[in-house]
Each structure stands twice: as structure tokens, then as C-alpha cells.
């Protein structure tokens, strides 16, 4: 038998799953968080559910996945008639965006290289690395 989780508050469930407060209030407000069940005094009661949804939206979120392609991953999940072939060809279209970025990030990175070695870092007002941003 499973032991249950005693019902948290919204700072200690910040606590456990290493979320602002702030945030978890904002993921309610989109609707990425289900509202939590609350006291007979209207406090929020979060239960381990909400901890580990709130843990799917943080490693989500630390890979690069916007909230837009949260809340459809969600979708598909709250629903349960999802298969896992597509959540792959959603976690694929993410990792091309991703892939895309980095080769973007790159060519910034060797255009900064490029530029930043003209300069000899001198005191005078002339200025190759802005000469070089000027060049439409």
C-alpha cells in the first residue's frame, strides 16, 4: 500500500519540489496546475499529485520546452488516451527547434569571434567591432 502525503501548503510544497512560490501561483492562474483542494479556513492543500506534476513542469521546463508545449504534453497525459509515440513526435519537433537554435548560436559565436579579433583593444575612439555591427 502506497503511504499517502500529508496535505502540503503552497510554500512547502515550493519547498519540496524547488519551484517559486510565485510560479506555482502562475501555473494555477494558465492552468498548467490543477487547483488543489482547500481547508474548511480556505487555505490550498496540495497533495503529492500536484508534486509530481509541478516536477514534470520543472524538468520540462529546464529542457528548453516552452509553456505552450507543456500544457499540450498535459493535454495529451490528463486525457490518458495519449500514446507514447506522440509524445516522442512532440519531444522530436522540440528537439529540432533545440538543434536549429544551437546552430544558430554557433554562427552568432564565430560572428563574435570574428569581429571581437579585429580589435586590439586600444584607446582610441576607432573601433572595428563597431564598425563591424554598422555593416548592414
Known amino acids: 500500500m502506497e503511504k499517502s502525503i500529508e496535505a502540503l501548503s503552497r510554500g512547502a510544497l515550493a519547498s519540496r519540489s524547488g519551484v517559486n512560490s510565485e510560479t506555482i501561483r502562475y501555473y494555477e492562474n494558465i492552468g498548467l496546475m490543477p487547483d488543489p483542494s482547500r481547508s474548511s479556513g480556505g487555505h490550498r492543500l496540495y497533495k503529492q499529485e500536484h508534486v509530481k506534476r509541478l516536477s514534470f513542469i520543472r524538468r520540462t521546463r529546464e529542457l528548453g520546452f516552452t509553456l505552450k508545449e507543456i500544457g499540450g504534453l498535459l493535454t495529451l497525459v490528463d486525457g490518458g488516451d495519449y500514446t507514447c509515440a506522440e509524445v516522442r513526435d512532440r519531444t522530436l519537433s522540440h528537439l529540432n527547434d533545440v538543434t536549429r537554435k544551437i546552430r544558430d548560436l554557433q554562427k552568432m559565436q564565430r560572428t563574435l569571434k570574428s569581429i571581437s579579433s579585429k580589435c586590439d583593444g ?15
Open 122 to 136: 586600444g584607446l582610441v575612439p576607432e573601433c572595428p567591432i563597431v564598425d563591424a555591427l554598422y555593416v548592414p
